[in-house]
C-alpha cells in the first residue's frame, strides 16, 4: 500500500488512500471482486469469520475487498474512524437515520436538506413514532430553540440544497453534544476536497457518492463515515440487515472517481466563480447565492469552515418561475438534469424536481422558490457555459 502519512495532501490521499497493488498479479487499478460469496479454507475459518474472529470475507452484502478500498479511501478523506458504502445516498441516509433512532426520539434538521432526505423523514419515519422539526440552521438560535428532551440526532447539510445557506459545523457540534445528541453532517455538496466536518466535531457524515466523489454521472452510491468505533459498529449492523450495501462494480467506478476529485473540483469551482460573477451582473438576473461571492451572506463562514466556494450556484431571473423555464429549456451546452457534481454541467427546477415531494408551504419557508434555478458547475470552459447562459437569459 502506497504510504500515507497525515501530512499527505488532499489531493494525494484521494489518489492513493485505501489501495496498493494487487498482491497477485501486481495491477496497479484495483481488481473487481465481481463475486456473491466467499470459498472458506475449513469449516473452523468459516465460523471464525462469523463469529467476527477472523477479518476474511464471507459474503458481498457483508463485505468485499473491492467495497472495502472505496470505504477506506473515503475514510481517509475525512478522516474517521470506519466508512459503510451504501447503494445510494439515500440508503446512507435511511441507515444512518434507523441505527440512531428510535421510536419516541427527535431529531432537529436543515429545513432546506435534499427534498427525500427530509420527506422520508417525515411521511415514514414519523410512522414509526420518530418525530422531527425541520429549521433554519444557519440560525444558530433557532437551532437550539428546536432540541427536545427527546432530541437524539442534529442532521445538517452545508451548504444546503439547493438554497446554499451555510451552516457552522462547530457551534451546531457544541450545541449536539452539549444537549447530549449527536452530530451528523451531509458532506455531498462539498466533498471531503473542500469540507472534514470531523475536524469541526460531527459524529457522522453522509455522502451521495453519485455526486462529486465519483463526478462522472455513471454510478448511484452513498457513503457513511463514523467518527468512532462504536458508532461504526452500530451502524455497520443496521446498515448490513436493511441490505442497502454497494456492489463492488460499483465500488471500482467510484474509486477510479476520486482519483481525480482535485482536479475536477479546482477546475469546476474556479469556472462557478467566473459563472457567479457574469451571473450577478446581469440585468436579467434578480438575485443569486454563492459562497464565493461576497454578496453572499455567510462569505466568510465560507472561508473559515470551507477550503474553498464548490462548484453550485443558486440563482433566480426576472420574470419568476415561466422566465426560469425559459432559461432552462434554451440552454444549448448546459443539460436538463437533476444531480450534482460531475464533469457536465446540469441545470434543474427544484420546486418541481428535486424538491418536488415537499409541501408548497414548507418549500416555501425553505426559501425554495418557485423561481430558484440550480446550476451544478462541470469541467468545460468556462467562456462556454457563460455563452450559453447569457443566450439563453436572452431567450426571457
Given at each position: 500500500m502506497a504510504h500515507i502519512t497525515p501530512n499527505c495532501g488532499k489531493s494525494t490521499r484521494a489518489i492513493h488512500a485505501g489501495q496498493s497493488p494487487d498482491p497477485a498479479f501486481g495491477a496497479l487499478a484495483p481488481p473487481i471482486f465481481q463475486t456473491s460469496t466467499f470459498v472458506f479454507p475449513s469449516v473452523q475459518t468459516g465460523a471464525a469469520r462469523f463469529a467476527g474472529e477472523d477479518p476474511g470475507y464471507i459474503y458481498t452484502r457483508l463485505g468485499n475487498p473491492t467495497t472495502r478500498m472505496l470505504e477506506d479511501n473515503v475514510c481517509a478523506m475525512e478522516g474517521g474512524f470506519g466508512a459503510l458504502a451504501t447503494a445510494s445516498g439515500m440508503a446512507a441516509v435511511t441507515s444512518t437515520y434507523f441505527a440512531l433512532l428510535s421510536a419516541g426520539d427527535h431529531m432537529v434538521g436543515t429545513e432546506a436538506v435534499y427534498g427525500p432526505s427530509r420527506v422520508i423523514m417525515e411521511r415514514e419515519f414519523s410512522r414509526m413514532g420518530v418525530k422531527a422539526a425541520f429549521v433554519d440552521t444557519s440560525d444558530l438560535a433557532a437551532v437550539e430553540a428546536a432540541f427536545t428532551p427527546a432530541t437524539k440526532v442534529l442532521y445538517?447539510?452545508?451548504?444546503?440544497?439547493?438554497?446554499?445557506?451555510?451552516?457552522?459545523?462547530?457551534?451546531?457540534?457544541?450545541?449536539?453534544?452539549?444537549?447530549?445528541?449527536?452530530?451528523?453532517?451531509?458532506?455531498?455538496?462539498c466533498s471531503p476536497y473542500l469540507q472534514r466536518p470531523f475536524e469541526k466535531g460531527a459524529d457522522v457524515v453522509v455522502h451521495s457518492v453519485t455526486k462529486f466523489l465519483n463526478g462522472h454521472s455513471d454510478v448511484v452510491g452513498g457513503i457513511i463515515v463514523a467518527s468512532t468505533q462504536p458508532l461504526y459498529a452500530r451502524l455497520r449492523s443496521c446498515l448490513l440487515s436493511l441490505g442497502g450495501t454497494m456492489d463492488p462494480h460499483q465500488s471500482w467506478l467510484v474509486l477510479r472517481g476520486t482519483k481525480t476529485l482535485a482536479a475536477r473540483i479546482e477546475w469546476a469551482q474556479k469556472s462557478a466563480l467566473a459563472i457567479a460573477e457574469v451571473l450577478e451582473g446581469h440585468e436579467k438576473v434578480e438575485w443569486i447565492r454563492y459562497p464565493g461571492l461576497k454578496s453572499h451572506p455567510q462569505h466568510d463562514l465560507a472561508r473559515r469552515q470551507q477550503d474553498g466556494p464548490g462548484c453550485i450556484i443558486a440563482f433566480g431571473v426576472r420574470g419568476g418561475l415561466e422566465a426560469g423555464r425559459r432559461v432552462m429549456e434554451s440552454v444549448r451546452l448546459a443539460s436538463l438534469a437533476v444531480s450534482l457534481g460531475g464533469v457536465e454541467t446540469l441545470i434543474e427546477h427544484p420546486a418541481s424536481m428535486t424538491h418536488a415531494g415537499m409541501p408548497r408551504a414548507g418549500r416555501e419557508a425553505a426559501g425554495i422558490s418557485d423561481g430558484l434555478i440550480r446550476l451544478s458547475v462541470g469541467c468545460e470552459n468556462a467562456e462556454d457555459i457563460i455563452a450559453d447562459l447569457k443566450q439563453a437569459l436572452a431567450q426571457i
Open positions: 445538517i447539510e452545508t451548504p444546503a440544497n439547493p438554497t446554499l445557506k451555510l451552516t457552522d459545523i462547530a457551534a451546531c457540534s457544541q450545541i449536539a453534544h452539549r444537549k447530549g445528541a449527536l452530530l451528523v453532517v451531509d458532506n455531498t455538496f
